[in-house]
C-alpha cells in the first residue's frame, strides 16, 4: 500500500482524492490546502486528516508519496521540499510557466534520485495508448505524419486566462507531450501561428485562442496540431497516425449512442465528452495505478519529470514563433 | 458478343437497354413493347430497331437472347416461345404469380435445356454478394442466425398493388431468393405475421404493409426478414449474418458523407438511396454481365427457373401462414 | 438517506453493495447471505454488519427497503417476508420461474401497499431508455415494428443452464421486459422457433440456445427478438425502432475507439462490453437511484411487480409456442 | 447543344470523351492528339473525327468549346489560339507551371472575353460541395480553422514527377483551390514544410513527397493541408471545418459497406476509392455540365483562370517556403 498526501482541494484535487480511495493499493493520509476549509471538508469525505502545513505532511514518515494538484505557481515549491523529504512525487501539468525555473527546480532535485512522475494523464487513456503502442509494435509500419486535434470546450475565465502563461503552456502543452509520446522522438523545428477568433480581448495579454503548429521531428516526420480554447460540439481530442503500411485513428470515445433517421438523414445524438474529467475518467485512474506500480516495483515513473521539461521547451519555442512569426530550430 | 432482343420498354426495360448499350460483350438489336410508340423511342436511342412482334424477334437468328423485362403475366409466355426459339433467357422476377403456372412452364421448357436466367439482380449487388462469399469462404465459422431486413421508400399506388400478387409474391420474394443464396439451403419452415400499419385500404384485397417472418432451414438455422411498403428514410436494404466465429454486416451503402457536428450531436446529412434502380445499379449491370459470361462460357446461367420457383414456393407459404395464422412446414 | 439491507453476497450483490455504497442518498447497514462467510467479507468490505438470519434484518426499524439478490428460487419467499414487515423491496429478475408462483405471491401482497420494483435494469440504460423517450416523445411518429437483438457472449455452465427455467425465462425475459416498455402495449401473440446450434446437450432437457421471436401488440404492432447463449465478439444488445416518420437504433455503446485502416480496409479494435455487469453498469446505478427516488418522493416505483408478472407470462408463451409449435394468443 | 472539340486522348481525354458523350447537352465533334492514332481510335469509339491539327479544329465555326486535357506544357498555347478563335475552354489544371507563363497567358487573352473554366474539378464534388455550401450558407457559423488531408494512392512514375514542377504545383494545387472555395477568402502567409519519408530519390530535383502547410487568410482564419505521394490505404481526400457553431466533415465516400464483427473486433472491408478518376467520378460530370450550363445561359463559368492563376500563386508560395524554411507572406 503506497501512502499518499494530496496538496490541493481544489477541483482536480477532489478527483485525485477520489482516486486515491478507490485504489485498492493506495491510501491517504492527509489533505493538505492553503484554504483550510477546503482541505477539511475533502478529508472529512474520506475520513482522513486535514493538514495544517506541508511541512506537517512531509515530517510524517508513514506518507510515501505527495500528489500536487495545488496552482501552477506552488508546484515547485512543493517538489523540492518533498524531494527533500525523500517523498515520492506525482505532480500535475505544468511543473512551472517558466522554463527556467524548472531548470533551476530540476538542478535541485536531480541527484536525489526521487521517483517523479508529471501529469501528463493522457498518456494513460486507453485510445491514444492503444494507438501509440500500434505504432511501437509496428502495426501500421513507421510514422510518417502525426495529427493532433485539441479543442477545449469553452474559454476558461479571462482571469484565469491572463495568467494561464498563454496557450502553448497551459493546454496545447499536453500535444506536446502526446506527440513525444507518439513519435518517440525530439522535435527539431517548431512554426505556430494563430489568431483570436473567438475572443479578441486575449491579444491584450499576448495570447490567442485558436492555433495550428507544424513541428519537425529528428528524422523528418511531419506533425500537426490544432487547437482551439472553444468548441460547441464538445471536447474534440482526436489524433492521426499516418505510416507507410496504414493509418491509425484515435477518435472521441461516446459516451452513448442513438441515432435517428429519418427523410433529412441520420442524427446521432451521440455528444462528445463536456471536458477532461470525464474524457480523460480512465487516464487518470490509470495514470495513478502507474505510478504507484512502479513505486511498488521500484522502478522510474514515467512520464518523467524531464518529460515535463521537453513539453514546456516546445512551449516556449510554439510562443516565441508566433511572437516572431518565425520557425524555431531547436 | 451476345446479341440481345430487350422485351418491354417501361422504366425497368429502359433501364436494361442501357445496360445492353454499355456492355462490351453485348449488342441489342430489337425493343418489343406492346405499346409500339414506346418501343420505337427505346430503340431510336440506341439506335436499334422496335419490333413489330416477338415473332419477328424469335426468328432472327442473329439474336442469342432475349431479356424479359414486360408485365409479369406475359412473363411464362414468352419464356416458353423464346425456349422454343432456342434463345437464352434473362427473365425479370417473378416469373408468375402463380406458382401452378410457374411449374407448368418449367414443365414445357426444362427439356429444352435453354441457358436461362432470373432477374434476382440482388444476388449480384457487391456488398450483399461480398456477405455471401465471406460465409461460404468460411470467414466467421458456421451460420446460425441471419436478419433481412428490406423497406421499400413507399407505397407503389393502389392499382399497382391490388395486381402484385400482395407484398410477399411483389418484394419479399427478392429476400427469399436471398435467404436461400446466402444459407446454400432450403427453407422447412415459414412462420409470417402482417398488419396494415400504413394503409387499411390494402385489407379490402387480403393484403397487408408490414410483416415479419420467422424461417428455418433444414439445418436448423434461423432466419428473419421484415419488411415494410414505406421507409421515410430511404430505402433500406440490409442483412445480418451470425455466425459461430463472429458476424457479417451488409449495411446500406450512402451516396455521400458530410457530417454536421454542434452542440444537438452530429448529423450525417447522407441519405440513402431512394429505390432499387439506384441502390442496385451496380447488381443489374453485374447480373447483365454473369448472364452474358454464362453463355459466352456455356455454363448454365444462375440464379435459375428454379431458384425462381424456390422463392415463389415460400412466398406462397408466407400467404398461406399469414392467412391461416399458422406456421407451414414445406 | 435510504437505509438498505442487502441479501444475497455473489456476483450481483456485490454490485449492488458498491452501488449502494456510492450512493449519496443510500446506506447500507446489513448483508445477509446462506452462506456466512460471504455476508460477512461483504459487510467488512463496507463497513456495516453481516446479518444471521432474515428476521434480524427484517425487525430492525431503521431499516427501509431490503434489495433481493438471492437465488431465484428464494426470492419470493423474501418479498412475502419482506413485505410483512413493511420494508420496500428492489429485487432482481426474474421473479420466480413458475407464474403460478408469482400469481399467488402477488395475492398475498398487493393489497399491503408496499412499493416494490423488479430488477429490469435495462430500462434505466442510457441508451435504451433515450430511444424509448424519444419514441414516447414523438419524435420519429408512431412505432410500427421494433427488433431487438440479444446475444449472451458465452453460454452459462450446463448446471445452470439446467435449473434456469430455459433461454425464455432466464435470458429473454429482459426483452420481453423492454418491449413491453417501449411499444408501451401488451402482447397478443407469440411465436418462438429455437434450434440448438451451439450446444446440442440442452435438448435433454428441452431447451436451445438460439432464438428468434415473432409478437405482435394489441395494436397490431410487429416485434422481433432474436437470442443467442454464445457471441463470440461480445455482449450484443441492440434495439431497432421503425416508426411512420422515421427509426430510431439503440447500438452497442463502444468502450474506446481506436480503428486501423490499411490496403485491407478499416478495422476497429473497439470491443464491446463483455457482459452485463460492464454493458449495464449505468442502468444498475440509475435503477437504484430511480428505486431510491420514488421511495423518497413517496410514488410507486417502476417496473413495477406486474411487470414482472406480465414478462413472465411472456416467457411461458414462447416455451409453449416453441414446445408446440404454435402462435399463442394471449 | 454544346459542340466541343477534345484536345488530348489520353487517360484523362479518354474520360472527358465519354462524360462529354454521355451528356444530353453537349456532342464531340473532334479529337485531336499529336499522337495521332490515339486521337484517331478515340474518335472511332464515339462516332466523330479525329482532327489532323489544332487549326482545323478552330476554324470549325460549328465548334462552340474546345476542352484541353493535353499535357500541360502545351495548355497556354491552345487556351490563346482557342480564346482569339472565340471559342470556349474548359482547361485541365495547372494552366502552366509558370505562374508568370500563367500572367502572360491572361494578358493575352482578358480582353477577349471568352468563357474560359479552369479544371478544378473538386469543387463539384458532391460531398466536398456540400461542405461549402453548408458553410456559406452559416450552418455552423462563422469558419475558424480547415483541416484538407489530401493523400494520393501511390507515387507517380520517377520521369513523371521529376517534370511535373513538384507536390505543390502537382498534386496540392487541387488543395489550394479547395481552401480558397471554402474559406472565400485569400491567403496571407503560407507556411509549408516537406520531408523526403517515401523516395529520398526526390530530393535530386528538390522534391519532396510529404507536406504540411499552414495557412492564413485575409481575416485570420487558420488553414492546415497536409499532403502525400503514397498512402497504401487508397485515395484519403478529407475536410474537416471547425467553425464557431460548429464543424463540417467531408469524409471518403465507402464504395460499399461489408463489416465482419468477430473476437479482435470489427473490420470493415469496405476501402477508399483507388485514385482520383473513381473518387471524383460524379465531380467531373458535374464539372462539365456546369461549364455547359454557363454557356447555355450566358454567364461566366467557374472556377475561372483567375482562380487558376491564384492557385498556381499558393504553390510558387509553399515552394519557397519550403525551398527557403521560411514563411511567406502575399
Known amino acids: 500500500m503506497i501512502n499518499f498526501a494530496l496538496l490541493g482541494a481544489g477541483r482536480i484535487g477532489k478527483m485525485h482524492a477520489e482516486l486515491i480511495a478507490a485504489s485498492s493499493k493506495a491510501t491517504l493520509s492527509y489533505v493538505f490546502d492553503t484554504h483550510a476549509p477546503s482541505a477539511q471538508a475533502l478529508a472529512d469525505k474520506y475520513n482522513t486528516a486535514a493538514a495544517n502545513s506541508i511541512d506537517e505532511v512531509l515530517k510524517d514518515v508513514s506518507v510515501d508519496a505527495i500528489l500536487i494538484a495545488t496552482t501552477t505557481d506552488t508546484h515547485v515549491d512543493f517538489i523540492v521540499k518533498g524531494a527533500k523529504a525523500g517523498k515520492a512525487i506525482l505532480c500535475e501539468k505544468p511543473i512551472d510557466l517558466s522554463t527556467q525555473v524548472v531548470t533551476e527546480c530540476w538542478e535541485q532535485i536531480k541527484d536525489l534520485n526521487i521517483p517523479i512522475q508529471i501529469g501528463f494523464n493522457r498518456r494513460f487513456d486507453p485510445t491514444h495508448s492503444s494507438l501509440q503502442r500500434k505504432l511501437a509494435d509496428g502495426e501500421v509500419g513507421v510514422l510518417q505524419q502525426l495529427i493532433i486535434t485539441s479543442r477545449d470546450p469553452d474559454m476558461a475565465p479571462a482571469e484565469y486566462l491572463r495568467h494561464s502563461g498563454g ?129 511498488i516495483n521500484n522502478i522510474p515513473p514515467s512520464p518523467s519529470f524531464t518529460d515535463g521539461m521537453q513539453a514546456q521547451i516546445l512551449a516556449d519555442a510554439a510562443q516565441e514563433s508566433l511572437d516572431a512569426g518565425i520557425t524555431i530550430k531547436l
Open 167 to 295: 496557450i502553448f503552456r497551459d493546454m496545447i502543452i499536453h500535444d506536446f507531450d502526446m506527440l513525444r509520446f507518439i513519435t518517440g522522438e525530439e522535435v527539431v523545428e517548431v512554426h505556430a501561428v494563430g489568431s483570436t477568433l473567438i475572443d479578441e480581448g486575449l491579444a491584450k495579454f499576448g495570447d490567442v485562442d485558436s492555433v495550428m503548429l507544424t513541428l519537425k521531428t529528428s528524422s523528418g516526420k511531419l506533425c500537426h496540431i490544432n487547437g482551439s480554447r472553444r468548441c460547441v460540439y464538445g471536447y474534440d481530442q482526436r489524433i492521426e497516425a499516418f505510416a507507410d503500411n496504414g493509418m491509425l485513428q484515435s477518435t472521441n470515445p461516446l459516451p452513448h449512442s442513438v441515432s435517428t433517421s429519418n427523410a433529412a438523414g441520420t442524427q446521432s445524438q451521440s455528444q462528445l465528452n463536456p471536458f477532461f474529467i470525464e474524457r480523460y475518467q480512465q487516464a487518470y485512474q490509470r495514470q495513478l495505478e502507474s505510478f504507484i506500480d512502479a513505486l
